[in-house]
């Protein structure tokens, strides 16, 4: 079965430092995401990409965070300036099509910022 | 904006049924979801059910939904040992682009 792959699944950084998580989504899929879920909470959107560009972004995504398709495989999803309430675990998702269930979450890459 | 609540934790004995119970607020919902997460790994689709069914089966699963009370509800039967995890709630409106709105997760712990 397709899956979507992260990498890496533990990335440990200083506070200040910028991070690009990774991710490949399932190759027949339009439609992508990042959430994340800090430790003992909610799983949060932060961000929905199709056609190259951000669609929809939540509050938590701000001018520290970007989002980038740089080769029609990847999916990254940078944050400039690491602090330490960026600690979380961080799901990339894809979705086929518009108006399908179809989502597939990645198993996460778990980011501590020190 | 749209909320999903859900209770923290339910414990059962092994082959009992477990009920885990979730609201939303946002009527024009229109898929919702089960995620079933285990300990230190991802989101794993369980099933999901379409805003104009009332209930929908799948094995040991059983999804009711009741739009009027706007309330979700995930039975295990015959729950198992494995079945301990953390189950997430979550609902989309494909007319507000797509995304998953998750409730805080119901920590199911099976005792044998």
């Known amino acids: 079965e397709p899956e979507v792959t992260q990498t890496p699944s533990h990335q440990v950084t200083q506070m200040g430092q910028e991070v690009i998580l990774r991710c490949v989504p399932i190759s027949n899929h339009l439609y992508f995401y990042w959430y994340r879920q800090i430790l003992g909470q909610k799983v949060e959107f932060l961000v929905s990409?199709?056609?190259?560009?951000?669609?929809?972004k939540s509050e938590i995504f701000d001018d520290q965070f970007s989002v980038e398709r740089p080769d029609g495989s990847n999916f990254t999803l940078k944050i400039r300036s690491t602090k330490l309430e960026d600690s979380a675990m961080y799901f990339c998702?894809?979705?086929?099509?518009?108006?399908?269930?179809?989502?597939?979450f990645g198993s996460g890459t778990r980011l501590t910022v020190v | 904006g749209e909320d999903v609540e859900q209770s923290l934790f339910l414990s059962v004995r092994e082959g009992d049924s477990s009920v885990i119970n979730c609201t939303y607020t946002d009527s024009s919902s229109t898929y919702l979801y089960w995620y079933k997460q285990e300990p230190g790994a991802g989101l794993q689709l369980l099933t999901y059910i379409f805003s104009n069914m009332d209930m929908k089966q799948d094995q040991r699963l059983t999804v009711l939904l009741n739009k009027k009370d706007k309330h979700l509800s995930l039975r295990i039967a015959d729950t198992q040992t494995g079945d301990s995890a953390i189950y997430f709630c979550a609902v989309s409106n494909y007319n507000q682009g797509g995304k998953l709105i998750f409730g805080q997760g119901t920590e199911l712990s099976v005792k044998p």
């Open positions: 990409f199709y056609n190259n560009e951000i669609s929809e």
């Open positions: 998702a894809s979705r086929k099509v518009d108006r399908d269930y179809g989502y597939t």
